[in-house]
């Protein structure tokens, strides 16, 4: 799935398909289990999404935040609506989207690696880039998958 | 207002009460008319909203923007849910608020300051902060609820 006027969506091991949103897992996994929700319709204000979108994506937040508590036992959750990148164009064209982080209180041991939140209870870092390889994106991306309660 | 497990409601200027969050001006001010916006009940967790209060979050976001569209000519808003600050204490009491930030392609000129957001088209800086006096708040303020459609 693409968008017609960017390049949102279609990128990254995709953990679920909402009628209105699409979850991507991001390569950058510095937080364990770091979520692009991107709106399918093409939008650039959190204030233009219809009363469906916004009700759909609490629903989705709640399923997604429970399926990263089973999978990685993650403490908590820092959700961000941005799109700041956009405007760097001439022509800006945002696409709604939220930067999905969860925290950890504890290490996580996960496909022979450690990942560690050393800035819990703080902002998330942005200097701290980890870009998982690809058969590593795909084992966090299935186990999410396997607790992501589609019901 | 207060919050009886919480000290997060009751601090800054006023902007708008609907009948389920509180908008209040941050006192740092290094994106003109940054806010928060917390949620009357307490609860920590994004995903605990009811739909009630995410629809009345929209609305009111909506309003919000449009406000400082119109007050200070913003062009664009960053939204995030962050809580972090909550898990430095052993027994975590987050409170779910968002902070708002308004970005600005132009300058500012405002009760006898320029402000500039000189990280336009990025991620908004924690290291810049400016606490603006009382009376510049009070200004700020003002003119915001000047422009905040409560219909």
């Keep these: 799935m693409a968008c017609q006027n960017c390049d949102f969506l279609g990128k990254g091991d995709i953990i679920y398909n909402s009628r209105l949103w699409q979850i991507a897992l991001a390569p950058e996994q510095s937080y364990l289990g770091r979520c692009y929700v991107t709106l399918k319709r093409h939008t650039g204000d959190l204030a233009d999404l219809s009363?469906?979108?916004?009700?759909?994506?609490?629903?989705?937040?709640?399923?997604?935040?429970?399926?990263?508590?089973?999978?990685?036992?993650?403490?908590m959750f820092n959700w961000s609506c941005l799109m700041n990148d956009?405007?760097?164009k001439k022509?800006?064209?945002?696409?709604?989207?939220?930067?999905?982080?969860?925290r950890y209180k504890e290490k996580v041991s996960f496909a022979g690696r450690i990942f560690e939140d050393s800035e819990f209870g703080?902002?998330?870092?942005?200097?701290?880039?980890?870009?998982?390889?690809?058969?590593?994106?795909?084992?966090?991306?299935?186990?999410?998958?396997?607790?992501?309660?589609?019901?």
């Design 86 to 88: 956009a405007y760097q």
């Design 122 to 151: 703080h902002h998330y870092s942005r200097d701290r880039k980890i870009i998982v390889p690809k058969y590593v994106q795909k084992k966090i991306a299935g186990r999410i998958r396997k607790f992501y309660d589609k019901d």
């Design 51 to 75: 009363s469906d979108e916004i009700l759909d994506f609490k629903e989705l937040a709640e399923n997604l935040e429970n399926a990263l508590k089973k999978s990685f036992n993650a403490t």
């Design 91 to 102: 022509k800006p064209e945002p696409h709604v989207h939220w930067h999905f982080r969860p």
